[in-house]
């Protein structure tokens, strides 16, 4: 199983410019979201989906749109990046059948010009 | 407010040394509890978690931690630590079946040869 995949690992965007940072999970797990991490403040939920066709917000959510069309993806868009949008960002998996526990993707890098 | 602290930014240990790193947290239903260990550049992995009974659990690479219901705390601790374990050491609450976590700050260890 390769787990959580992230694309791509950095980017560099313009301010104003959109792109959609990709995720995807093999493990069959119901439960993914998306969390931006900086410098002190440690892991910020974005958005959540518990299944396919179901998403909700997390605790910052404003500038980001996400869908859920398969199990397998959760594709989170930027759809007018600012440089505040400068962040680490990590997707994550997780099934109630193995406890919750949260497995994460390598993280992708995006500075916003 | 449902919030977790980790009043430690920053430890420094020498190798062989035994290890403790806080974390408090405020949450008002009964909470499930992590501890993450994230090395440079890499996602998150979970060392250990918390849901019910016995209030010491026992995680990977030789860490544990013990749930204090009186005092809201669950601080990981290790006897004798190794230079591999140099990383950054997130605690986290949720409550089941809410797939919503809260992180905390952070703790970034390092450690002396």
């Known amino acids: 199983n390769a787990g959580v995949t992230q694309t791509p690992k950095f980017q560099v965007l313009k301010t104003g410019q959109s792109m959609t940072l990709q995720c995807a999970q093999d493990m069959n797990h119901e439960y993914m979201s998306w969390y931006r991490q900086d410098p002190g403040m440690g892991l910020r939920l974005i958005h959540y989906?518990?299944?396919?066709?179901?998403?909700d917000q997390g605790e910052v959510p404003n500038g980001y749109n996400v869908s859920r069309s398969t199990t397998e993806d959760f594709p989170l868009r930027l759809l007018s990046a600012a440089p505040s949008q400068t962040s680490v960002y990590f997707c994550a998996s997780s099934s109630p059948g193995g406890g919750e526990t949260q497995y994460f993707g390598p993280g992708t890098r995006l500075l916003v010009l | 407010a449902q919030s977790v602290t980790q009043p430690d930014i920053h430890i420094t240990v020498s190798e062989g040394a035994s290890l403790e790193l806080r974390c408090n947290y405020s949450?008002?239903?009964?909470?499930?509890l992590f501890w993450y260990v994230q090395s440079p550049g890499q996602g998150l992995q979970l060392l250990l978690k918390y849901f019910s009974g016995d209030t010491l659990v026992q995680g990977i690479k030789g860490f544990e931690a013990e749930f204090k219901r009186s005092q809201s705390s669950f601080n990981l601790r290790k006897p004798s630590v190794h230079w591999s374990d140099a990383a950054e050491y997130f605690c986290?609450?949720?409550?089941?079946?809410?797939?919503?976590?809260?992180f905390g700050t952070g703790t970034r260890l390092k450690v002396l040869a």
């Open positions: 989906s518990v299944g396919a066709g179901i998403t």
């Open positions: 949450y008002g239903a009964t909470p499930y």
């Open positions: 986290a609450v949720g409550r089941r079946g809410t797939y919503k976590y809260i």
